[in-house]
């Protein structure tokens, strides 16, 4: 249940049971998942490579490609070093095993993504959770661990709600001594920033000439905004080489495939090179934005491409949803803790969607909703920004501590529905 398997995609369109829709999910923002640069550039990796390593990087598995993707994202993201790891999942995994050598306690947002609760559980830390977004929470219950080392771990963005962490201030709540800051960033990078360097940039951690602090490790995946497949890690060169020298799950998996990682270097000049990748995306998430108010949808108020409302009761959201498929467009329903309710549409826009196209989707919404006269009563005239703690699915929130290794309760799967 939940799976939609896609039989083919543009950047803007997939076709499900011989069906063309638009497609408003995924996290392709920048759409370069169908770049013809990036294309281009994993075709010639495949001639030149074929399609894997077959072995470890640490054996005979590494490539010159995988060095350089390292150099290139450690200058991009102005930190000392990076490690390119099989996904962004084994990179919080890599970084966990690498942080659990000097710190002991792990202080984590309560809707961080699993990987990042698994990883510091994993790794055998003391976790504790503090209430979304609360840098203060975070701060103090930092201070309390300081002299056994403490880690704060937070998402850059939240896919559940788009909000963005609190980058600058969960630093400056650093206290003196033996104490990190990590960002999973894999919504952030390519997103926020300058051309797209992601939350930490976003909230002047870096900027031009001034590199990331020494106390602070980013995590991405290289498979959403930038359109690839992989992970990385980057920051100082005694917590990166760490996980270089000791993370099993690095060093005992096969790489992403050179071709791949060919992809990425040529999505990361893209986005590099050019600024109006991002403009495009920061425009069409302001005419989403715009349209969605106008139709009385409450949201949560972020800059983020991501859209997470509800509009009803979720029979009459089921309707609405077979609706807009039966009119040519996905806007998933999903069932994820941390949105505004238990069952909630999860739309994403991107770069290449057109203004047709987000029009197009406004429109069938606000026909969706006319047919439905209590969603329409209810949704009134006035949409009210959403509070980013309101609506964790299982009513808890708050600091607590993660029992073990598998307690993974936070963030159970992501649950996408297609009518029936
Ligand atoms: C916040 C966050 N961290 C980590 C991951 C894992 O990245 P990957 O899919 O590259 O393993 C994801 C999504 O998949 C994510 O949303």
């Known amino acids: 249940?939940?799976?939609?398997?896609?039989?083919?995609?543009?950047?803007?369109?997939?076709?499900?049971?011989?069906?063309?829709?638009?497609?408003?999910?995924?996290?392709?923002?920048?759409?370069?998942?169908?770049?013809?640069e990036v294309l281009n550039a994993v075709k010639a990796g495949l001639d030149r490579y074929g399609l894997s390593t077959t072995a470890s990087r640490e054996t005979t598995g590494d490539t010159t490609s995988h060095d350089s993707l390292e150099t290139e994202l450690a200058t991009f993201l102005q930190a000392e070093q990076c490690l390119v790891t099989p996904e962004g999942y084994s990179a919080n995994l890599a970084l966990g095993q690498a942080l659990a050598r000097d710190y002991r306690v792990a202080i984590t947002d309560e809707k961080s993504h699993r990987s990042v609760s698994h990883a510091v559980t994993a790794a055998g830390m003391r976790v504790i959770a503090y209430p979304h977004l609360d840098a203060r929470a975070a701060g103090a219950l930092a201070g309390e661990y300081v002299r056994e080392g403490v880690v704060i771990l937070t998402d850059g963005v939240f896919a559940a709600d788009g909000s963005i962490a609190p980058a600058k201030a969960l630093f400056d709540v650093l206290p003196k001594g033996r104490a990190l800051l990590v960002i999973d960033d894999c919504h952030g990078f390519c997103v926020l920033g300058r051309s797209g360097r992601g939350t930490a940039d976003h909230h002047g951690l870096t900027s031009a000439g001034v590199p990331l602090d020494s106390r602070v490790v980013l995590t991405t995946s290289l498979a959403k905004g930038l359109g690839c497949y992989g992970g990385a890690l980057a920051g100082p060169s005694s917590i990166i080489q760490v996980a270089q020298d000791i993370a099993s799950v690095y060093r005992g998996t096969t790489p992403a495939p050179p071709a791949i990682i060919e992809g990425s270097r040529q999505a990361l000049k893209v986005v590099a090179r050019d600024p109006m990748l991002i403009q495009k995306l920061r425009s069409n998430t302001d005419r989403l934005r715009r349209g969605l108010h106008k139709l009385g949808i409450s949201l949560y108020p972020t800059p983020a491409p991501i859209f997470t409302f509800v509009t009803g009761d979720f029979p009459s959201m089921e309707r609405i949803h077979r609706r807009l498929v039966s009119e040519g467009y996905l806007a998933p329903l999903i069932a994820y803790p941390g949105g505004p309710s238990d069952q909630y549409f999860r739309v994403t826009v991107n770069a290449m969607h057109s203004a047709e196209q987000i029009d197009g989707l406004l429109a069938a919404f606000g026909r969706a909703i006319d047919s439905e006269p209590t969603v329409k009563a209810g949704l009134g005239a006035e949409a009210k920004p959403l509070k980013f703690s309101e609506g964790r699915a299982d009513g808890r929130t708050g600091t607590r501590e993660l029992i073990g290794p598998w307690d993974l309760s936070l963030t159970p799967v992501f649950s996408p529905r297609l009518p029936a």
């Open 1 to 36: 249940m939940g799976r939609i398997p896609v039989e083919s995609a543009s950047a803007t369109e997939i076709v499900v049971e011989g069906k063309r829709l638009t497609g408003f999910g995924g996290c392709n923002y920048l759409g370069l998942a169908h770049h013809p």
